[in-house]
């Protein structure tokens, strides 16, 4: 075999490694380049987030104070969904005792 028969070999199965690879990640298709795009798009928003200066900045205060009364919020609702729903149940089963 000679050098450049075994540079071809190599190549081509680079390529069918690198076919094999992005088609088990599910970027096969035709969609993969908006795919990539968008996952450039999302890395590049969260190394802006990381950032040393966002850190000790203005927004990144309000973000956090943000961040922290949506989770309050959400672990408010989940309080008092279980709150209506165990008080709904005692009314149910209170309901079917009395059968």
């Known amino acids: 075999m000679t050098e450049q028969e075994l540079d071809a070999a190599i190549q081509k199965a680079a390529q069918e ?4 690879a992005l088609k088990e ?3 096969c298709d035709g969609e993969a380049y908006d795919d990539v795009k968008e996952l450039r798009g999302l890395l590049d928003s969260w190394r802006a987030k990381t950032n040393y ?3 000790n900045s203005p927004n990144a205060y309000n973000s956090r104070i943000d961040c922290t ?3 309050y919020i959400y672990g408010m609702g989940r309080r008092l969904n279980a709150h209506l729903v165990k ?3 005692r009314k149910i089963s209170r309901l079917f005792s009395s059968c």
């Open 17 to 20: 490694g690198a076919r094999q």
């Open 25 to 27: 990640v599910g970027l």
């Open 53 to 55: 200066r966002t850190h």
């Open 69 to 71: 009364g949506n989770w």
């Open 87 to 89: 008080r709904n149940v």
